[in-house]
């Protein structure tokens, strides 16, 4: 008879120094444990898993996918942080992830991959997660959290090394510098209206290659032509975001139509070949499914962007009805002069989206981004890529000269390409770090010019006019975002709350944050100083416990430092609301 097996996400936790402590005294460790207990059933149960074995100090659980069980696990750790603050006798957990297949026994699972779960756990260090390599690639890029790299570990009784990741903290909108954070889990937008008929998504092109290192080259041919399209304002383009939320989903174009609110799809390929590249691209009426424009192109690495320029022509032809030829002229963007650069710029693009999940990423990202300088010393686009990830290692590493290289690298790639879109909106993130508020206002309104679809922009530009005390013009960009993006992630949609916050409108404040799909550190921030204004203390109470469960180290000062406020009217406001909330300074 053929056992039962299914594929699971596996978590495995065990009390630190549980024997000691029984030692010490069994009746107040036994009162611990359940509480502990009591925590990891909610969290477990919360993201719809199960606890199949419990034996003393330690469980196993399953979980229907591998971001539940590492959300689980850190929400675990974070909750049991949380309660440490206030009783330091709060015990603590090792808790190890992995996914694998089991034998179903009953309600019990078997075999070698609960074994390495159980392995994995006492790698990991007192109160963090520890992940296996399979975990952490199908959690990296929407789990919202960042890693480290612990480096392959021999296991007991496990015949070959396993790589291990440790979860570090939650990704949060620290980064909005370098636009690297992951997209989020795709949630479906609530109901968008219908848009004209000139409204367009640009789904994710298929690798063809059979070789998964040249997702980056279909990826970024995706990208380029979002960003190309975007640029006629007589188109509407959903974002990469939203886009992306399609990948390997097969989506019909119909329902793609439905949810994102757009007449037309275009969907692709490419194949790399050696030197020579193969495109497809076909437009599609998200009204009835029918075929309104398809074509293929073969051409060399170094025709690559002139058979872009082809298929935006070719796009925008068909679905506004015509193109100037100035308007043709202002699609094409600045061309390197070496086309292997374009290729290592694509790499790094693919390092600098993790580059706000593991350190090594951020690392790797610029090694690309200066490989490509070294092809091509004058492709501003790479010089504006190299500031942003420099810009991220300066937030994983403090160290100054990666902020004095990513200031340098910025300058660069303006006084190279002055009409990139992106190169503007890095240079705007950068002065508005540095409080140079006319500077930035420059460079994110240079920004929306060149490229007024694009999401990321528009709402970046949005948190300008927060810290300039322009709620009301932040309000209309974070809905002109959203718009743009249905998938708008929450490290964007907080700024809504941000903005109404600033307008001293504490009751919608209060209303966004609760719509938030996740709670993050700033939304629970902004939610505890405007729910002082509507004097309702169980409910003050319970916004300073959701903001100190998420962040168990917050300080008025540290949160401050990230708010780059130009009138001191709107932080000295936020400084008295969160002191009376009893936040610690």
Not at 201 to 223: K, R, W
Not at 340 to 365: F, K, N, W
Not at 442 to 460: D, K, S, T
Not at 541 to 563: M, N
Request: glycine residues 8%; aromatic residues 8%.
């Amino acid at each position: 008879m053929d056992m039962e097996r299914r594929l699971a996400a596996l978590m495995a936790g065990d009390v630190v120094g549980y024997s000691a402590l029984m030692g010490v005294s069994e009746a107040d460790t036994l009162a611990r444990l359940a509480r502990v207990r009591e925590v990891v059933r909610d969290r477990v149960e919360e993201r719809a898993g199960r606890i199949f074995s419990q034996a003393g100090d330690g469980y196993l659980a399953e979980f229907p996918s591998p971001v539940s069980a590492v959300r689980a696990g850190f929400d675990i750790q974070r909750d049991l942080a949380s309660l440490r603050r206030h009783d330091s006798g709060v015990l603590e957990l090792r808790i190890g992830v992995h996914l694998a297949d089991v034998v179903v026994d009953g309600d019990d699972l078997l075999g070698d991959g609960v074994n390495i779960a159980a392995r994995v756990e006492g790698q990991a260090a007192p109160g963090s997660v520890a992940l296996t390599q399979a975990v952490f690639d199908q959690v990296k890029r929407i789990a919202q959290l960042t890693f480290e790299e612990i480096g392959e570990v021999a296991l007991k009784n496990i015949s070959e090394p396993v790589r291990l990741y440790r979860v570090v903290d939650e990704i949060e909108n620290h980064s909005y510098i370098t636009g690297t954070l992951a997209a989020p889990e795709a949630e479906r937008p609530d109901g968008p209206e219908a848009q004209d008929s000139n409204s367009i998504a640009v789904l994710p092109f298929a690798n063809m290659s059979n070789d998964p290192e040249q997702d980056y080259l279909a990826d970024g041919m995706c990208e380029d032509l979002i960003t190309g399209l975007a640029k006629f304002k007589d188109l509407f383009v959903v974002s990469r975001n939203a886009s992306f939320a399609y990948r390997d989903r097969n989506a019909d174009p119909r329902a793609v139509g439905r949810e994102l609110g757009v007449t037309y799809c275009l969907e692709g390929s490419v194949r790399k070949l050696g030197s020579r590249i193969r495109i497809t691209g076909q437009l599609i009426s998200t009204r009835n499914g029918e075929h309104v424009w398809a074509d293929r192109h073969d051409c060399s690495l170094d025709d690559l962007f002139d058979v872009q320029d082809e298929i935006v022509g070719s796009i925008v032809s068909t679905v506004v009805g015509r193109m100037e030829l100035d308007a043709a002229a202002s699609a094409r963007r600045k061309k390197p002069k070496d086309m292997a650069a374009y290729d290592c710029l694509m790499r790094g693009l693919e390092h600098h989206r993790l580059g706000g999940v593991t350190q090594t990423h951020a690392e790797q990202a610029v090694a690309w981004f200066d490989r490509a300088l070294e092809k091509d010393p004058e492709y501003g686009r790479a010089h504006a890529w190299r500031a942003c990830s420099l810009a991220t290692l300066w937030e994983w590493t403090s160290d100054q000269k990666h902020f004095n290289g990513c200031l340098a690298a910025s300058k660069r790639g303006i006084e190279l390409d002055d009409n990139d879109a992106e190169c503007h909106r890095i240079a705007g993130s950068i002065c508005l770090s540095m409080r140079e508020f006319d500077r930035a206002a420059y460079h994110f309104q240079r920004a929306l010019e060149l490229n007024p679809n694009h999401a990321y922009i528009v709402g970046r530009t949005g948190e300008l006019h927060v810290f300039l005390g322009e709620g009301e013009k932040a309000l209309e960009l974070q809905r002109r975002a959203k718009k743009l993006d249905p998938f708008l992630p929450e490290y964007c949609r907080e700024l809504e709350a941000v903005a109404n916050y600033v307008l001293e409108r504490y009751q919608e404040t209060t209303a966004v944050v609760a719509q938030l799909p996740r709670l993050t550190r700033r939304a629970a921030a902004y939610n505890v100083a405007a729910t002082l204004h509507l004097g309702d203390s169980e409910k003050i109470a319970r916004a300073v416990e959701a903001l100190l469960r998420i962040d168990p180290a917050f300080a008025i000062a540290k949160f401050l430092a990230g708010e780059f406020y130009r009138d001191a009217v709107y932080k000295d406001r936020l400084v008295g609301d969160l002191a009376q909330a009893g936040l610690p300074e």
